[in-house]
């Protein structure tokens, strides 16, 4: 059964990780085009303070305070949205996390924590939209990331999450089709974004951890899932230099293991101090979708405008893993 999508003025939007970065900039975008909102995250305060701001500037929208990683909780969640809006049109999985660290130096619980909020915080997630979703249709749409798509030295756990969860979607999606549920199921991989995501991180090497460029601005990734919200897409990538990574990883993967490590002293600052506590088992430093750090950070992307639109984008991804193989061997001549 093919899913029937509404306009967003006539959506009720479900956002969680909605406190900073992606999920932030899709809370108060979905509003200010006339969706009705619920922002969950755990930091409740802070929620309180975006729904005051968004209800300032005209939007409808509430704040749930909920761990992904609880079940129960984003259950509740969802049963709030439905008694407060009636309804649920679009689920969005945002919540999430990131560790920076070589693989041997990531500590047991760090590593299961992370695995609670990334993968597991999207199958609760998923489970607890989904029997409010197939009632009269919607969105399921899960922002997961380039990292899906190839190994990343120093941030392999989060690449490990992100490789299941896009495992998980992609069946998902399947078997929702397989059973004619009316749900789209879309996963939306960005690139590298200029939220905060590094100075929340958990980090074990000396320094700060980055967002090495070319960083892309957290509304693009925005529009791409409202996007998504109104139009049936499997996957998107969002950005063309993280498409083009993930293109020259699966084509050239002996170039990859050989020059990925060496680019990837671009993931920590030596010269700036990690802000402290991560974010990684409780709530830190909400409010902010950008982290300060790319004041130049891209605002559009011709490859994903082409997939978006439905144009043709391989030669545009073509010439970009061109361009990502020139990047990775000059960097590796210089190291």
């Known amino acids: 059964m093919t899913p029937a999508l509404k306009p967003l003025s006539q959506q009720v939007i479900v956002i969680t990780g909605a406190s900073s970065g992606i999920g932030l900039a899709t809370a108060r975008r979905a509003a200010t085009r006339g969706a009705r909102v619920l922002l969950v995250s755990r930091d409740e305060a802070g929620l309180r303070g975006i729904v005051a701001d968004i209800t300032a500037a005209g939007g409808i929208a ?8 609880d079940a129960d909780a984003v259950v509740a969640a ?3 949205a439905r008694q407060r809006f009636g309804r649920i049109d679009t689920w969005v999985n945002d919540a999430g996390t990131a560790i920076y660290g070589k693989l041997v130096d990531v500590p047991d619980d760090e590593h299961r924590q992370l ?12 489970l607890a939209a989904i029997p409010h979703l197939r009632d009269s249709g919607g969105a399921l749409i899960t922002v997961g990331s380039v990292a899906s798509d190839m190994p990343s030295p120093l941030m392999g756990a989060y690449a490990a999450t992100k490789h299941a969860t896009k495992a998980y979607i992609d069946t998902l999606r399947m078997e929702l089709a397989a059973d004619d549920v009316p749900v789209t ?3 939306v991989k960005p690139s590298g974004i200029d939220t905060p995501i590094a100075q929340h991180a958990a980090n074990h090497e000396p320094g700060e951890a980055q967002i090495p460029p070319p960083a892309y601005d957290p509304e693009l990734v925005a529009d791409a899932i409202l996007f998504c ?3 049936r897409k499997r996957d998107i ?8 990574q993930a293109l020259f990883a699966a084509h050239f993967p002996g170039l990859f293991d050989r020059l990925a490590p060496k680019a990837a002293v671009a993931f920590v600052d030596p010269a700036k101090e990690q802000p402290r506590p991560s974010n990684l088992f409780a709530s830190a430093r909400t409010g902010e979708v950008r982290s300060g750090e790319h004041p130049a950070a891209r605002r559009t992307s011709i490859y994903t405008a082409a997939v978006l639109h439905s144009v043709i984008a391989t030669t545009v991804a073509a010439a970009f893993a061109a361009g990502i193989g020139a990047f990775f061997y000059g960097r590796s001549e210089r190291a």
């Open 62 to 69: 509430d704040a749930y305070a909920a761990d992904v990683g």
């Open 229 to 231: 919200a109104t139009h």
């Open 78 to 80: 969802a049963a709030h």
């Open 115 to 126: 695995f609670q909020t990334n993968y597991f915080g999207v199958v609760h997630g998923c």
């Open 185 to 187: 199921v879309t996963l």
């Open 237 to 244: 990538t969002v950005g063309g230099a993280g498409r083009a």
